[in-house]
């Protein structure tokens, strides 16, 4: 299947979520509880923080595609976009945050095939890895050098995402669980 006919495809499922890894559909599971909370936290913490700042950004909870390549469509826990977007669509262009929040049976997955892949869309300038049983956060960023990110582990503190020069504090993304 390609992206396209799995957009398509995906719309007409109902509640069912699915993403589309190297062209088969794979049905998400149904979250917990605590994974539903941590991604509320996460796209709050984000958005307090773009309305701190003034920014022309958007924050994009759970739901919204990211189409990695035409084998490979993606539906990241939140994300971020600062250029335009039509209100119509289902699809995020050229999101430059994308959060996964990890639960065991998508830690793998996350931590490994996604952080490949979310680097391969070019306006992706962060990847956060949630993990609110951990309560840290994996920090995934670019360098500016071809093929290199840097990567922070954090539990407290401020989390500073540039672009498009927000800053979190690590504790808010997870909010009261």
Not at 142 to 151: A, K, S, V, Y
């Amino acid at each position: 299947m390609t992206a396209a006919d799995f957009i398509v495809w995906a719309q007409q499922q109902g509640d069912r979520r699915f993403e589309l890894e190297n062209g088969e559909p794979l049905e998400l599971s149904a979250e917990k509880a605590r994974h539903a909370l941590a991604k509320h936290a996460t796209a709050r913490a984000l958005e307090d923080a773009i309305g701190r700042t003034g920014l022309d950004c958007r924050v994009f909870p759970d739901g919204m595609t990211v189409v990695v390549n035409e084998q490979t469509v993606r539906l990241p826990d939140a994300a971020v976009q600062c250029t335009p977007f039509d209100l119509d669509s289902t699809v995020l262009a050229e999101p430059i945050i994308l959060v996964e929040i990890v639960s065991p049976s998508s830690a793998y997955r996350d931590e490994n095939h996604k952080l490949a892949e979310y680097f391969t869309v070019p306006s992706v300038m962060h990847y956060l890895l949630v993990d609110p049983v951990g309560r840290r956060v994996v920090h995934f960023s670019r360098t500016g050098q071809p093929g290199r990110l840097d990567t922070r582990i954090v539990t407290e503190g401020t989390l500073t995402l540039a672009p498009p020069d927000i800053e979190i504090a690590v504790l808010d993304l997870f909010g009261d669980i």
